[in-house]
């Protein structure tokens, strides 16, 4: 059982002794109000798989699927890494769950970053206390609350989702209540998949079929949808990247301020989904194979959206 301060003690243990400090305010508004902030840096004109992002990971819970993660990691070799929330559960970590697959997924992510790889982590909602680690920046490692990049003229904001939970009128404790509730049926549901797997069955989804079946998820759903890309459209952007909902999917979207491109990255414990650029747009992946025999999912993973009928608005 390892030390919930492992992930702490294994960054700092691979921080160079001539490292610097650097401050990076993360920015914590939850509206409009904080203006247009600038795209970072991000170069869109790279070959495909230059950018890629994953999300809701959740290392430290025993629905992640941390092996098909790690061979994900190793076959890709991006210039850019979006880490687009959640990528640890804080929670679970402190309960002391941190077998060796997870331990080996964040050893292979600092690996990238040793070897070039520039990873932007944007902190989601159970990965909240990295925010207090936001002065420390390791190389190739940077800490965000939400991002702005522009890709072709296409100004794209890049948020885990969190932020838009306020906006939606969900009462805080029944919001946590609901969030408990996910996690325990997101576990039951990934040993019931890996059951089925064992037993040469095709895995069905206890969590997916709850939220296509509970009217009240769905109506969540879409409403969040609608929030976050009214959200993405009140900061000047076209298009908006999320997680936290663990629905990946590519759509577009009719706002006050325009016409917006949702697209969410999905998740680890039940769909194994990434976005990666393929040099004009990003196709969504999926894995769907056992973990033993899991490939890269930009080279061999089931595609899931092309987005062709909503392409990348012209630049």
């Given at each position: 059982?390892?030390?919930?301060h492992?992930?702490?003690e294994l960054i700092h243990?691979?921080?160079?002794?001539?490292?610097?400090?650097?401050a990076v305010?993360?920015?914590?508004?939850?509206?409009?109000?904080?203006g247009?902030?600038?795209?970072?840096?991000?170069r869109?004109d790279?070959?495909?798989?230059s950018?890629?992002i994953?999300?809701?990971?959740?290392?430290?819970t025993a629905?992640?699927?941390a092996?098909?993660?790690l061979a994900?990691?190793?076959?890709?070799a991006?210039?850019?890494l979006?880490?687009?929330?959640?990528?640890c559960?804080?929670?679970?970590?402190w309960?002391?769950?941190?077998?060796?697959?997870?331990?080996a997924?964040?050893?292979?992510l600092?690996e990238?970053a040793?070897?070039?790889t520039?990873?932007?982590?944007i902190v989601?909602?159970?990965?909240?206390g990295?925010l207090?680690?936001?002065?420390l920046?390791l190389?190739?490692?940077?800490?965000?609350?939400r991002?702005?990049?522009d890709?072709g003229?296409?100004?794209t904001?890049?948020?885990?989702?969190d932020?838009?939970?306020?906006?939606?009128?969900?009462?805080?404790?029944?919001?946590?209540?609901?969030g408990?509730l996910?996690?325990?049926v997101?576990?039951?549901s990934?040993?019931?998949?890996?059951l089925?797997?064992r037993?040469?069955?095709?895995?069905?989804s206890?969590l997916?079929g709850?939220?296509?079946a509970?009217?009240?998820v769905?109506?969540?759903i879409d409403?969040?949808h609608?929030?976050?890309a009214a959200y993405?459209?009140g900061?000047g952007?076209?298009?908006?990247?999320c997680?936290?909902i663990h629905?990946?999917?590519v759509r577009c979207?009719?706002?006050?301020?325009?016409r917006?491109r949702?697209?969410?990255v999905?998740d680890?414990?039940e769909?194994?989904?990434a976005?990666v650029?393929?040099?004009?747009d990003?196709d969504?992946?999926?894995?769907r194979?056992?973990?033993?025999q899991?490939?890269?999912?930009?080279?061999?993973g089931e595609?899931l959206?092309?987005?062709?009928?909503?392409?990348?608005?012209?630049?």
């Amino acid at each position: 059982m390892i030390n919930p301060h492992r992930f702490a003690e294994l960054i700092h243990s691979r921080m160079p002794g001539d490292a610097t400090l650097e401050a990076v305010v993360p920015e914590h508004d939850h509206g409009c109000r904080a203006g247009r902030p600038a795209p970072a840096a991000i170069r869109g004109d790279g070959p495909a798989g230059s950018i890629v992002i994953i999300s809701d990971c959740h290392l430290g819970t025993a629905a992640c699927h941390a092996h098909r993660l790690l061979a994900f990691l190793e076959k890709i070799a991006p210039r850019t890494l979006i880490i687009n929330g959640d990528l640890c559960d804080i929670g679970s970590c402190w309960r002391g769950h941190w077998p060796a697959a997870h331990r080996a997924v964040i050893q292979r992510l600092l690996e990238m970053a040793d070897q070039g790889t520039t990873i932007r982590y944007i902190v989601g909602n159970h990965d909240a206390g990295l925010l207090n680690w936001c002065h420390l920046t390791l190389p190739n490692i940077h800490l965000h609350r939400r991002l702005i990049i522009d890709l072709g003229g296409v100004r794209t904001l890049i948020m885990h989702g969190d932020a838009c939970d306020s906006s939606l009128g969900n009462h805080r404790l029944l919001w946590r209540c609901a969030g408990w509730l996910h996690d325990r049926v997101a576990c039951f549901s990934s040993r019931l998949d890996r059951l089925q797997e064992r037993c040469g069955w095709r895995p069905r989804s206890l969590l997916g079929g709850i939220k296509s079946a509970v009217p009240q998820v769905r109506s969540y759903i879409d409403r969040f949808h609608q929030s976050a890309a009214a959200y993405a459209a009140g900061l000047g952007c076209v298009a908006v990247i999320c997680g936290h909902i663990h629905q990946p999917v590519v759509r577009c979207l009719d706002t006050p301020q325009g016409r917006v491109r949702y697209l969410n990255v999905g998740d680890w414990i039940e769909h194994c989904s990434a976005l990666v650029w393929n040099g004009h747009d990003w196709d969504m992946t999926m894995d769907r194979v056992p973990a033993a025999q899991a490939r890269p999912a930009a080279a061999s993973g089931e595609a899931l959206a092309r987005a062709a009928s909503c392409p990348l608005p012209a630049a």
